[in-house]
């Protein structure tokens, strides 16, 4: 069986809307074969929160528009995963701090990991500088695009633990400025996923 360095996980739960910009991993896949030295499996892979194997990736991805409301069981295995190790990566799909996904997975982490656990996160923070040189979290084209609050955030948030962050937590729609044909990329002055592979990148690293 293959050995890779790096596989992707989408995390599948119960209720709200999971699946969303379903070209978005392979792009980001071929942007970490294309500038980085990291094995890849190409393939996404998706998995339940519920299922104990979601303990074993290296790095998760979750995302949607709509109610995030973990059951037990889902609840238990996100705690493990982060208290663990893991690395979560959430994109909130409406830009929308106000929206019905960022204030209901706000809840779902303050239950698991208490009120003041998910913060704001320096424009310095190693994140931006893991691999490419950021000075805080890219902009994407969908944050004044007349859906959401009309907001650009300046910044992005984090559960940290032992020092390192195990949720990183945007509000920008990161998912959706990265859901395109990965050949499509030639037509970009910048590739806008170059701060994936600095998110990937850093979670390997943690």
Sequence with gaps: MARFDFYFTRLLYESGDWDVDVRMPSNVLNSLVEYTTLKVDPAERMIALSDPKVLEAPFCYLAGHKLVQFTPLE??????????GGFVFVDDCN?????????????????????????KIPNNHPVYSSFFKFDGPPN????LNGWGDDLVHEYLKAIEIGGR?????????????????????????????RFAVNIIQYALGA
């Design 75 to 84: 609840r238990k295995n996100f705690e493990r995963y982060v208290r663990g």
């Design 95 to 119: 830009h929308d701090i106000d929206g019905l996904f960022a204030k209901s997975f706000e809840a779902e982490m303050a239950k698991i990991f208490g009120a003041s656990a998910l913060r």
């Design 140 to 143: 994407t084209s969908v944050e």
């Design 165 to 193: 962050v195990r949720v990183l937590y945007s509000n920008k729609d990161y998912g959706c400025e990265w859901d395109y044909d990965f050949r499509n990329k030639r037509f970009l002055a910048v590739d806008n996923t």
